[in-house]
């Protein structure tokens, strides 16, 4: 039943020679590998105005712009620091893949905490922004967020487990559309309040006035480390070189320059759009809606942008999708998390990373309400942290190899580390009492797991390790012989079975009986005279109504006389039923058995198997 | 670490041999066995009124006690015909006991399945009730009603697991001081009315009384059936007989008479209350707390009634707690009902039935979000059908056996069959719409589900049973030695302990492999060469990741040479790991392929462990 629900939901399972990979081209690759980067300005402009305007009131607008500046600059960096990872490591320069080369085992491991924890939240954050998107449209939704942003989580999963191809076709358009909606939007918008007059509407604007603040250096650092979420997503591009078409580093490096002038056009445009129509950040309605709806009313336009933001912010959940099960897989094969993640599932995808991914965003949800703002304090530490290891990797490689122009590249991934590395600290800091230090204290932690997960397999290899003197016996001498345990309930056709099986691996066979019920345990002690099975039936009872302890006991008695270091197997009947629900009625004794016994290292357990025909 | 909670939650095992059950006096047998029936009496006044304030508003009071007088002339019928039960089941005589050895096995398996929702609904009502009389008290909690009602819940689930001993004496109090608290309340509120003249507050009255109706004989009918529930719990006595200190049936029947004379004061003092003191039933707070308001102020006596209240509610959810395992251990030792049902739990309970009581209990109550009234639909038909099989089952009794006086008991049994069976119909069709429809589908499909149960087991049975043919074999010709096959993943310590193993069963070993990872297979083949085990290696691909398909593929091959009817031996290493979550680390592949190995006939599954120390 459970194999039927799952091939509707998953699909037929999939051949590994089914493992293919689509090539982008600069035009395809774009959308599909920007999505996160270019639908993060969906909401870096509202935690900026989340910051300023509770203090600064209209005077927010102008030092938003200059936020957004810094931004920009820092966006810029970023991009020349990550042109020269794409040269050097052609096969994709993921953190975890550029420190693990260059500076070792704990940095390598601290990106890939800090890397997977903002993959989670990439999920939380861009599902609920998406969600917001809809309900910034349709009021009506909004008691239903959280339900709404997990049922999206829910069919990015389900889509992922079934292994969407990767079709850069239809992730790639809702990109392009979203590009040209808010394009539209920012003409339009500059159009309609310098040309037409349109005075921007203020109600909306805290009334008192006069109890605002000023600005200080301070409140402007907060206000610079909120919009930074605008820069997560930057990294995908050098992920996904080897997905390109050839010559895949150069396209990769097009696009990358690519990405970076949408995302400053859109993120400009947008701040600048924000100071013009006065939009200040609500629970209830989103910036961009706000502005959505002075520039084009509520007509046709002003949905298509609900939909294309929505739509765009889903792929960038989506392409955490596609990364987080990935780096997964890497690290698991490195021996640091558990073997499962790098085994694929049924389709061909990682399924245990993707199902990791989908409850660990769907926790978050539930336990901030949705609320994307509420999630924000958590969001873009890792990322920052992530870049900071990645840069100074790339800055550590250059000094050691000291190949030919390594001055030049080494000041511009230093310049990179260094100033990320400030903005980690000014991330951090700003944001640590809001929720930064739940990051701070999860990535310690989630390496020390990760280095106990290592310490654990390489304990067991050492255990396994074959040696010399460890030669296989090639013939067994009578001595060796394995001695027979077969538990008998009563006497019916599935005993004889076992007792037949047992015949055939060994002349030594015991019969054992725990005593339980006084009436059942006469009536198969009469029986076992009637039938002759020639074998001993040895009887114990059991006050606590269990077998496991009597079946050990007898076992470590002399009165079965065990050599040291022999191997006692012991035969258990398993019905089989045709019908699942069959199940519960039958007793799980020898499950639990079972379960038990293998805990014991001198005891090997056989299952004979009785079908019950229907 | 599961066990150690269960054993903080439950307590430590308890031997077979510590089963004992205390002999209940006439005085402490009456609170325990009465606490069902005495309790209803605290919401069965309420429902009538429910019925009757809406179309009658203060004409309500009058039929009301017309309705009171109906149950109580229904209360002695039932007494009178259940002392003739007594007096024939000195074992006690349930009334799935009662319908089985009379009428046959669909009546008795309807009694059976119309008890158990009974109990079920005994549990959420009561609970449901006791928090309403604490919220009564504490308006503050209303919110929480659901949660409290559930932790009332999990409370006597846990208490019932660990087994309560009988206490006689902490039981009981609670309905002796309910009794006194109620019985106070009556006395000093008569009083207060007459002689100190008090005038009841009308506030709550509804305003507009002239849109009011007439009474009609549908209504009555309709606060008849409401008020019926009082009668819940009247059966317990008959029940537990086997409790009773000698001489047990002369002392059962003093209790009944009791119970009866208690039932009729307090459901008849506290109807002629609701009178004088105009109490409306509300969500908000119930009639029973109205009156004690305005007949003891808000001072401690009002808060007495509350917590007594409270308390013996509880105490009549537990009595389901008791009487449902019970009864479905009788059911299941009859083969109707999964066996785990008649097994006693580590403590000597069946702790099956009593979990399953409560997650049924715990669902009503969030599918009805805890309110009491909405529940009582359901309620009451179960118990009256219960009744009306009783009563035939004994009228049957007496025409079948004609034991002297016969005439005159089947009379009296035969009226009580036949009143019960009239209630039944009236509750069935006045409530059918409002959820006693739910119970109407429920029984049947209960009684179909247990019959299919019961044609299972003798299926299984059937199969089970040995033939005078089906003589164990006592020797084996070297022709019938089994065949080996032992899965290898890598070459290590692990294989080695299960080849060896393998060597001391049989001469016929073939190691298996089947190649997912081409890396691993060809390392594995090169280590096979050098290291020399004297078996062949059978290496297969497997296209879907897979080793079941392959293995069996290759069992069923010509190339394996089995034999029609042979039973193959797959060997499978099992790691056994010290610390639980060290699960997570490993494949659990052997888990699974031993799972799908016991569902073919000719493969016995062998474990071989390998502790992997820490």
Redesign the interface.
Known sequence: MFSKLRRLLIGE?????QLSHEKFSVLWGLPVLSSDAISSVAYAGEEILWVLIPVLGLASYKYMFYAALCIVFLLFLLIFSYRQTIDNYPQGGGSYIVSKDNLGTIPSLTAAAALSIDYILTVAVSTSAGTAAITSAIPALLEHKVIITIFIILILTIGNLRGLKDSSKIFGVPTYLFILVVGIMIITGIIKYYFLGYTPSRQVIIENQQTLGNITMFLFIRAFASGCTALTGVEAVSDGIPNFKAPAQKNAKIVLGLLAGIVLFIFGGLSYLSTLYHAVPSEQITVLAQIGTQVFGSGFMFYALQITTALILIMAANTAFADFPLLLSFISRDGYA???FS??G?RLSFSNGIILLCIAASALIVLFGGKTHALMPLYAVGVFISFTLSQSGMFAKWIKEKTPGWRHKAVINGLGALVTFITVIIIGATKFVHGAWVVCIMIPVLVTVMLK?KE??N??AE????TEE?R?????DLE???KVIILVDS????F?KS???A????GNITAFHVS?DNEETEKLKRRWKE?D??IPLVIKHS????IYDPLITYIESEEYETKPGE?I?VVLT???ITRWW?N????QTALFI?NML????N???????Y????
């Open positions: 399972t999939l051949s590994s020679e558990p073997r499962q085994k694929r049924k997960i654990h397999y304990r067991v255990q396994l390790k074959l460890l296989p016996k090639l013939a067994v060796d012989k394995c006497l019916n056709k599935s004889v007792l037949n099986y015949r055939s691996i060994s339980i039938y099975a020639g006050h606590y109504r269990d191997t197997t398993q019905f089989v069959h519960v009625l039958h007793n079972k293998y805990k014991r290292r005891i090997a357990v056989v299952t004979v198997p079908i019950i025909e229907e």
